[in-house]
């Protein structure tokens, strides 16, 4: 059995999400990838342990995270019962719906069936009474949002999850979807959009309703998928995600021009006493506008040198008017 490290809350960075009540660590683990049915369970456990012994408290998962879908979910489950089952209560453990999980027409989108439904089934595979967050993946246009709103409420006063949120919602959306809840008195925790240095769609409009709102905010894909590491920086490795034509990054989207900005943005990290990584993650939370920062790894030392960001948050004027000049 696991014994945490007992100076685990040291040095992490703990920040309340939106008005709540609620802390998360600056920065969270995600397991939407290596943690499927096909990958090594004790470089899981290596990962976990080693991310919650740096103070990450927040393990982010989703129905649909695998392959196969679900054995995401049933992997943390087994780590969960045995090696983080005395350490629940210091674990903040989330989960989402809104992707294709089974066949036909109740296994997608934003019904009150699905959802329920899906979370059920969540927290079977989890091993787990509740959630500590339950998000709706993405928006349902075929859904009335008031639906959407009500099975959140039903799921938090149940006891299923203790707060809730979402995930890919434009500005307006979160707005129409903020005062629905708040209306119900189940208020928004937090929204989970992409943001990286190359994808800042947020900045235009989403944030400033996250501010006017009170919901947090915890970004996923920080280091784009990869490219904002050194791993491309001589081209495209072998191994790597590009190279294994993921659907999420491709050979085509890592063009010379985009390299040339990495290997600059790489040059001003070095200057800061830091990988790109952590100068990428660091960027993430300038300002005090996101609340979390959601890593992904395949391997334990990842997260020891992504969570090492910790060490220079900071950024000059200089710095970051350095950045946006590159990514212009």
């Given at each position: 059995?696991y014994?945490?490290?007992?100076?685990?809350?040291?040095?992490?960075?703990?920040?309340?999400s939106?008005?709540?009540?609620?802390?998360?660590?600056?920065?969270?683990?995600?397991?939407w990838?290596?943690?499927?049915?096909?990958d090594?369970?004790?470089?899981?456990?290596?990962?976990?342990?080693?991310?919650?012994?740096?103070?990450?408290?927040h393990?982010?998962?989703?129905?649909?995270?695998g392959?196969?879908?679900g054995?995401?979910?049933e992997?943390?489950?087994?780590?969960?019962?045995?090696?983080?089952?005395?350490?629940?209560?210091?674990?903040?453990?989330?989960?989402?719906?809104?992707?294709?999980?089974?066949?036909?027409?109740y296994?997608?989108h934003?019904?009150?069936k699905?959802?329920?439904?899906?979370?059920?089934?969540?927290?079977?595979r989890?091993?787990?009474?509740?959630?500590d967050?339950?998000?709706?993946?993405?928006?349902?246009?075929d859904?009335?949002?008031e639906e959407?709103?009500a099975?959140?409420?039903?799921?938090?006063?149940?006891?299923?999850?203790?707060?809730?949120?979402?995930?890919?919602?434009?500005?307006?959306q979160?707005?129409?979807?903020?005062?629905?809840?708040?209306?119900l008195?189940?208020?928004?925790?937090i929204?989970?959009?992409?943001?990286?240095?190359f994808?800042r769609?947020?900045?235009?409009?989403l944030?400033?309703?996250?501010?006017?709102?009170?919901i947090g905010?915890?970004?996923?894909?920080?280091?784009?998928?990869?490219?904002?590491?050194?791993?491309?920086?001589?081209?495209?490795?072998?191994?790597?995600?590009?190279?294994?034509?993921?659907?999420?990054?491709t050979?085509?989207?890592?063009?010379?021009k985009?390299?040339?900005?990495?290997?600059?943005?790489n040059?001003?990290?070095?200057?800061?006493?830091?990988?790109?990584?952590?100068?990428?993650?660091?960027?993430?939370?300038?300002?005090?506008?996101?609340?979390?920062?959601?890593?992904?790894?395949?391997?334990?030392?990842?997260?020891?040198?992504?969570?090492?960001?910790?060490n220079?948050l900071?950024?000059?004027?200089?710095?970051?008017?350095?950045?946006?000049?590159?990514?212009?």
């Amino acid at each position: 059995m696991y014994i945490a490290n007992e100076k685990r809350y040291d040095n992490m960075i703990y920040r309340r999400s939106g008005n709540s009540g609620l802390k998360l660590p600056a920065f969270s683990l995600g397991l939407w990838h290596n943690f499927g049915s096909g990958d090594n369970y004790d470089n899981m456990v290596s990962m976990l342990t080693t991310a919650f012994d740096l103070g990450i408290t927040h393990f982010d998962l989703a129905n649909n995270y695998g392959p196969y879908p679900g054995s995401a979910e049933e992997n943390f489950g087994k780590v969960m019962k045995n090696e983080f089952a005395p350490y629940r209560d210091e674990l903040l453990i989330s989960t989402k719906a809104g992707y294709g999980m089974w066949d036909g027409p109740y296994g997608d989108h934003g019904s009150r069936k699905y959802l329920i439904a899906s979370l059920d089934q969540s927290l079977k595979r989890l091993g787990i009474d509740y959630v500590d967050i339950f998000y709706h993946h993405r928006p349902d246009p075929d859904t009335p949002m008031e639906e959407t709103a009500a099975a959140l409420d039903h799921i938090v006063r149940s006891g299923k999850a203790l707060y809730t949120g979402v995930s890919n919602y434009n500005a307006e959306q979160t707005k129409q979807m903020s005062q629905l809840m708040k209306a119900l008195g189940t208020p928004l925790l937090i929204h989970q959009p992409r943001y990286n240095m190359f994808e800042r769609q947020i900045e235009n409009g989403l944030q400033d309703v996250l501010d006017e709102e009170g919901i947090g905010s915890i970004s996923f894909c920080p280091l784009a998928q990869g490219m904002l590491t050194n791993k491309y920086i001589n081209g495209i490795p072998a191994d790597s995600r590009a190279a294994k034509s993921s659907p999420f990054l491709t050979k085509d989207g890592i063009t010379a021009k985009k390299i040339e900005k990495i290997v600059r943005l790489n040059a001003l990290a070095e200057n800061r006493g830091q990988s790109l990584a952590q100068m990428a993650c660091a960027w993430n939370l300038r300002g005090g506008k996101l609340t979390s920062v959601l890593l992904g790894a395949s391997r334990p030392s990842q997260i020891t040198e992504n969570a090492g960001a910790l060490n220079n948050l900071n950024f000059t004027s200089d710095e970051l008017n350095a950045i946006d000049e590159i990514l212009k």
